[in-house]
């Protein structure tokens, strides 16, 4: 297998950047974002900070140290070295460590003194959400825990790593979620499991080879990939409870769901193939999260 280059160190601040997937910075971001202002939250301080830190030092803190402790595996990766995911040099992985600690520090300390000054908010609710959030992403890499390497936990820590900003936004929006947000988040959960599982299973052979497991490995491709068309199948089918006109969302799990379907038969050592579904799928996040922004834009002025 043809093995990845990582990118040396001549321009160490924007490797460090690239490891943070800029072109994922807006899922996480906007979740928070559209939970606390769908939710009564206005737009100030605590609004623009944490939208800010969701944006990018949490993917820091997330992508950083994944591509720090995944480094061997990275290397024999054919799609690692763009926006899928740079290889950093090995002289930049304790700079990468640092600047993610170092960038989400002052913004956690923000949230924290937010949650226990704030007479909106439930103090508990948030620092719990947040906990949680920040948990989720050290433990997904992170040696001695590793959760990206426990079957299954891989796909339900990773859908956290979504889900949880949006909950964080309806917590420091002081609000108290309706059954239906409570049913728009579990299908928003079983739609991040799916796309978790469905992305690891072009990296068999090469997660295999680097001795790493995963939902992927441990399934199969066939397997994982039906796994991932049941969740996108009952995201959609929850999201049919989220009442009128919220109900319309269920048609965006579906065509994730035709999105991968062509896979369901894919051998292990054919897993690269399905890259091209991957590829796919970072497109319709741009284009689902549009429709979900008109569709969030017709429920607010409703």
């Known amino acids: 297998m043809t093995q990845t280059l990582p990118v040396p160190p001549a321009h160490p601040v924007a490797a460090v950047l ?39 030092p949490y993917n820091l803190l997330m992508y950083g140290i994944n591509d720090v402790f995944d480094y061997e595996s990275d290397l024999r990766n054919p799609r690692k070295g763009g926006v899928e995911g740079v290889v950093l040099d090995r002289g930049l992985h304790r700079l990468t460590l640092w600047s993610a600690v170092l960038a989400a520090l002052p913004f956690l300390v923000f949230a924290v003194v937010v949650a226990l000054t704030s007479v909106d908010v439930n103090p508990l609710a948030c ?48 609000a108290s979620p309706s059954a239906a947000v409570w049913v728009t988040l579990a299908a928003f959960f079983l739609w991040g499991v799916a796309s978790q599982a469905f992305g690891a299973v072009q990296d068999i052979v090469a997660d295999r080879s ?3 497991a995963s939902i992927a490995t441990a399934f199969g491709a066939a397997r994982t990939v039906r796994f991932a068309i049941a969740c996108y199948l009952a995201s959609a089918l929850l999201m049919l409870g989220a009442g009128w006109p919220g109900a319309l969302a269920a048609v965006i799990p579906l065509v994730y769901l035709v999105n991968i379907a062509g896979y369901r038969s894919l051998v292990d050592a054919d897993c690269e193939r399905s890259n091209a579904g991957w590829r796919r ?5 741009i284009v689902s999260g549009f429709l979900i922004t008109q569709l969030l834009i017709w429920i607010a002025l409703r």
């Open 210 to 212: 680097g001795g790493i």
């Open 18 to 56: 690239a490891s943070s997937r800029p072109i994922s910075w807006i899922n996480t971001a906007y979740p928070f974002a559209a939970a606390y202002l769908m939710s009564g939250g206005q737009v100030g301080a605590t609004f623009i900070v944490l939208t800010v830190f969701f944006l990018v």
């Open 127 to 174: 620092l719990a959400s947040l906990a949680v959030s920040v948990a989720a992403v050290i433990a997904y890499s992170a040696p001695g825990l590793r959760f990206k390497e426990r079957p299954v936990l891989d796909s339900l820590t990773s859908s956290t790593h979504f889900v949880s900003p949006a909950v964080v936004g309806l917590a420091y929006a002081g």
């Open 281 to 285: 799928f970072l497109w319709l996040n």
